[in-house]
């Protein structure tokens, strides 16, 4: 049986669906990333499981425990917001202590587990130091071990890194994956970042108006998208809407996919097309050329459409603007949908 297990979960504001049925299961150690534009309820789902806000249909259970009716505080989570809420007043090692020292452990457990939680964060020098003495990301390592130390069965992670300059926002990324490993618990993590999402979690789950689209391993949501939401939402597409002939699209010779509509959407990743001086495939012209290091961005113009291919640098060294060439995508490449 999956570890956290949330059945057709609605939830409602004054004359508004937040949640419109949603169903899906984190299996014991997994990390779920929940991803999706704003408002689209994914805080609401983490909020419905943390038990800070109710929901008007459907089950939730924690271990095979029915949730209804359990309070936050008895619920066996630990939970990191993207403001970092830590105490001000308590120095690091008060604040990683606290959610122990409310429970009244022991106080040689509490210094054990202290010690332990902060190892695990890196932040073992830093004991002494009040919040407003740590960098952002330092702050967001507190918090990680503050919701850790109770030792929760899951933890949930809103946005944690959403407030975080690039640079500290990737270093926290691949940590808390490392950290999230390491102890082996069970996530779900909230983010709108498409990138943060593929590169932390297990499964991602891409939500879009209250429901979820598609979940799946991070490789089959970027590369096989079962919905147009889905293939729009995550990584970079060149979108074409094109006419069917005799149940075909071929868009100028780039490419000959079966049409599931008269006029469909055809949906294809720049890194997928291929761009030749000469040979079969569409007809295009270059326009302008975007050095990105190891590849550049080529966009040329087709007919009506502006395409745009990632392509090795070396291979895109010799173009420029007003050059003809020909594009090329393979059929399996193409997400089609009807328009
Ligand atoms: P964001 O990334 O912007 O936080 P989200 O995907 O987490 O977005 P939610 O915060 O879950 O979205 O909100 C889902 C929908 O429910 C939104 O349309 C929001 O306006 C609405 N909503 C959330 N909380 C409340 C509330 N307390 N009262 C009324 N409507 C709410």
Known sequence: MSHVVLDRITKRYAGHTALNGVSVSVEQGELLALLGPSGCGKTTLLRCIAGLTGFDGGRLTIGGADMAGVPVRKRPIGMVFQSYALFPNLTVRGNVAFPLTVRKRPKEEVRARVAEMLDLVGLEHLGDRLPNQLSGGQQQRVALARALSPRPEVLLLDEPLSALDAQVRHRLRDEVRRIQHQVGITTVFVTHDQAEALAISDRVAVMNAGDIEQCGPPAEIYTAPSTRF????????????????????????AFDVEAPAPRVLCMFRPEDVELAKDGPGARAVVDVTVFLGATTRVYAQAGPSVIFADVPSRAAAGLSPGDEVRLRVAADHVQVFPA
């Open 230 to 253: 889905a293939a729009g939402f995550v990584g970079n597409r060149n979108t074409l809407e094109l006419d069917a002939v005799a149940g075909r699209v071929t868009a100028g010779g």
